[in-house]
């Protein structure tokens, strides 16, 4: 069972966000993809109740029904999960990223180190100018062709994604449905024991 709430940003803006799993568990912030929302694919409420695991979801600016941030940088996310984060009262939590999620799940990380105990990120982008990186191999085709179509012709990426973007704010669910998340949604498994001896059980959310 998941709740959607909605909250105002110190600028006004709207943050949309969505919370699944056992409701007296630990915290944990899961930030979605690049484009995508609050509906993308996630574990089931049954799962995160067997981790003890509170699953909060928000659509960054743009997406779903929070508010377009024109401008902003992947820095602004902590500013919009500090926000989330006090109206559902969590003095502390974790953050995991996944794939376009994961840069805002560092930098949340790294600003705000008297919130966030762990952080983790999942299939996420590495620096392009990493030394002796070939940044293109091993991504999928679409996102090969999105990332090179941004060095070479920014002005048609924008729109490509300011038209999903569009599409995320009528129906936060249409990237569930026409991606296929929502089958992906019912299969996803975090870990629930250890592959190898001697380690946690369960992931290491809590401090």
Request: net charge positive; charged share 25%; aromatic share 6%.
């Amino acid at each position: 069972m998941s709740t959607g709430s909605r909250t105002k940003a110190p600028d006004g803006r709207d943050l949309a966000y969505e919370v699944s799993g056992d409701p007296h568990g630990w915290p944990v912030f899961l930030l979605h993809g690049t484009p995508g929302s609050r509906m993308g694919p996630r574990p089931r409420s049954s799962l995160l109740y067997r981790l003890g695991v509170r699953l909060v979801c928000h659509d960054r600016p743009g997406y779903g029904d929070s508010t377009r941030h024109e401008g902003r940088g992947v820095a602004d996310v902590a500013k919009d999960v500090r926000t989330v984060a006090d109206d559902l009262r969590l003095e502390r939590f974790s953050v995991v990223g996944r794939s376009g999620g994961g840069p805002h799940a560092l930098a949340c990380a790294a600003l705000l180190p008297d919130r966030v105990v762990r952080a983790a990120v999942l299939v996420g982008p590495a620096p392009p100018d990493a030394l002796g990186l070939d940044w293109f191999a091993g991504m999928s085709d679409a996102n090969n062709a999105a990332f090179r179509t941004a060095s070479q012709d920014a002005d048609r990426l924008m729109e490509t994604l300011r038209l999903r973007a569009e599409r995320a704010m009528r129906d936060p669910e249409s990237r569930s449905s026409s991606s296929g998340y929502r089958g992906r949604a019912r299969t996803w498994t975090w870990p629930t024991r250890s592959p190898c001896a001697g380690c946690s059980p369960r992931p290491t959310w809590r401090p």
